[in-house]
């Protein structure tokens, strides 16, 4: 996102571990979640795994948690906004291949957020630890 809006240079591998533009910060969960839950106490916390899972499934979850009736349908939901996006940017079109994280920079990450993923476990019972296990 921030080397597609020009606040990082582009680069074929990732591999700064840094909190510029608080990339590191915002991706502590556990600890931005207490602050919503006082502002918003009947927060619904939603999880990216399972709209991958199961969109529909997802979107009907959302409209039960706010009491609304589900009139979305499987084929509605076929869309991926940031491929839209991707035409408004500054940065993108002329890159070779998209960005990926180095495998340093991965486990770097990993190591960096275990504690605060174990924790968000405990806070929304989700057994969330696929969020830090080392990948291939």
């Known amino acids: ?3 597609m809006q020009g606040r990082f240079p582009y680069a074929e591998t990732i591999d700064t571990f ?9 991706g502590s969960y556990a600890d931005i979640l207490p602050h919503w839950q006082r502002v918003f106490p009947d927060l619904g916390v939603l999880f990216y795994d399972d ?3 199961d969109r529909l499934g997802f979107i009907e979850g959302v409209m039960g948690f706010l009491g609304l009736e589900n009139d979305i349908r499987e084929e509605q939901l076929d869309f991926r906004t940031n491929d839209k996006n991707l035409k408004k940017v500054k940065y993108g079109a002329d890159w070779p291949v998209m960005p990926r994280l180095s495998e340093d ?5 990993t190591e960096h957020y275990r504690d605060s993923v174990t924790l968000l476990s405990e806070m929304t019972g989700r ?3 696929h969020w830090v296990t ?3």
Not at 18 to 26: R, W
Not at 105 to 109: D, H, I
């Open 1 to 3: 996102h921030h080397i």
């Open 51 to 53: 709209l991958s899972a």
């Open 134 to 136: 080392a990948r291939g």
């Open 127 to 129: 057994d969330l630890q």
């Open 18 to 26: 840094t909190n510029e533009q608080k990339l590191l910060s915002l």
């Open 105 to 109: 920079l991965r486990v770097r990450l």
